[in-house]
């Protein structure tokens, strides 16, 4: 039987970026007068991207969004399947997939929130005697598995009491005795599985039309998000820079061929958001299969979140410097998006392949951030500045960002940091062929 190792974040924490390390960092920064911006920058608290942040409904600034994936931006992680290879990246033997072999279990926090249902369990979950709590049974379409508790998990934390070290039958009574809504403190392993992927779609399609004197068939660019919206604009140019002409939500909605219209390759989509049947006409049938799986995806999607997902939220919920052992913290600026000499402050916290961005250091909660899967970080030269931090995407439908430090040392010490945290992260295929690849195992006699 195989060994399964249980770190705590406090044991993976590295030695040069240890809580005296931190803390040295952080007094530093409430002892300086780093306020204010470089190249004599406003303050803001907005996060935009260097190319512009959509107009449409769904694309507003990011600090004026909700918490969640409303938040940040995950289009990189949405779009395919990642698993999370551990702290450390061998380049040797690489991430092992679920059920090969024993690995590293890497456990962090999130929060999770149940509403208590009906019957004798209420709650729908079965815990065990031990230390820490452990989740042992999950009921089926019960209240904790629509809240997405997971067979496995560790109560830390119960109505924001710590049960680490109190007896079973005490944390029982807690859950109990409180109100209808349950908050528990999880402790989650984000590398037990990949993510499902939600895939976009993007491309020209035909759309008939149904203002006007004329009836007929405009060219229009449409774009579907991993939120399950379809957006379309008049030009592909447009995305990212201009409104949407419009956008409608798919889930729920019927979508099939439609051959009645006398045109090859038509199909219609009847949202339940909208009093309409929309028609769109692709160039080939493949054309038309490619949106009609995509769109299929979209209408039956996936509910429950991947536990990181819940973890980075739970992250965004705290003040800067209650993030457990940050790969990185300090100050970095965005250029702004209606003014390009203007670069926007704000302090950033960094974490297993997110990156944070916070009002100032005294901030309660997170503004956003980027999901960081896929990306490639590299110092660039951007207008008058010499040196600037280019992300840049795994392709050329995804944004790319760009950020400055305080000085050309200060943005090497970022790229290095968001070079390791970004490899945390590998696509679910690389990780199993990685696996399959490594060196036979050999014992010396």
């Known amino acids: ?33 780093q306020w204010s911006s470089i ?26 969004r909700d918490l969640g994936d409303k938040g940040f931006y995950t289009e990189t992680f949405h779009c395919a399947s990642w698993i999370y290879s551990g702290d450390e990246v ?9 059920g090969l072999q024993p690995r590293t279990v890497t456990i962090r926090e999130r929060t ?5 249902g009906m019957g004798e369990y209420p709650w729908g979950f079965r815990i065990q005697f031990s230390k820490p709590i452990v989740v042992t049974e999950v009921d089926t379409n019960g209240a ?38 349950l ?65 409608f939500k798919l889930e729920g909605a019927d979508v099939g061929g439609d051959p009645s219209l006398g045109k090859p390759f038509v199909f219609k989509c009847c949202p339940l958001s909208a009093n309409r049947v929309y028609y769109f006409s692709a160039t080939s049938n493949l054309e038309m299969k490619r949106w009609l799986d995509a769109m299929d995806r979209a209408v ?29 913290l300090g100050l970095l600026h965005q250029i702004d998006r209606n003014n390009k000499d203007t670069w926007v402050q704000h302090y950033c916290t960094l974490k297993d392949g997110c990156l944070y961005f916070y009002a100032g250091i005294r901030s309660t909660h997170a503004l ?38 305080e000085n050309p040392m200060e943005n090497k010490r970022w790229i290095l940091s968001i070079k390791a945290s970004a490899k945390k992260w590998l696509p679910y295929h690389q990780a199993v062929q990685d696996y399959m690849n490594r060196p036979p195992e050999e014992t010396r006699m």
Not at 41 to 48: A, H, V
Request: charged fraction near 25%; proline fraction near 7%; include cysteine.
């Open 39 to 64: 190249g004599g920058s406003s303050l803001t608290s907005s996060i935009n991207e260097e190319s512009g942040i959509s107009e449409d409904s769904r694309s507003v600034d990011m600090a004026t």
């Open 183 to 247: 908050t528990m403190t999880i402790g989650s392993d984000i590398g037990r599985g990949p993510n499902t992927p939600r895939p976009t779609c993007r491309g020209y399609l035909h759309k008939r039309t149904q203002s006007g004197l004329i009836k007929g068939w405009r060219r229009r660019w449409f774009v579907l998000r991993h939120d399950c919206c379809l957006y379309y604009y008049r030009h592909k140019k447009d995305e990212g820079r201009k409104r949407a002409l419009s956008s």
């Open 300 to 328: 039956h999607p996936v509910t429950q979140n991947h536990v990181w997902v819940d973890v980075t939220r739970h992250n965004a919920s705290l003040p800067p410097l209650a993030v457990k052992n940050p790969e990185c």
């Open 90 to 98: 061998s380049p040797t033997a690489g991430p092992v997939p679920p």
């Open 1 to 33: 039987m195989g060994i399964l190792y249980l770190f705590s974040e406090a044991s993976l924490e590295v030695k040069d970026n240890g809580p005296e390390h931190w803390a040295k960092r952080r007094n530093l920064f409430k002892d300086s007068k």
């Open 368 to 405: 956003g951030g980027i999901y960081l899967h896929g990306y490639t970080v590299r110092e660039q030269s951007l207008g008058s500045k010499k040196s600037t931090i280019e992300l840049k995407p795994p392709s050329e439908e995804f944004k790319t960002f760009y950020l400055c430090a």
């Open 112 to 116: 999770v929130k149940i509403w208590k």
């Open 144 to 181: 904790a598995e629509e809240a997405g508790l997971l067979v496995g998990d560790f109560v830390m934390a119960v109505n924001g009491i710590d049960v680490t070290s109190i007896p079973h039958s005490e944390a029982a009574d807690l859950a109990r005795q409180g109100p209808d809504l």
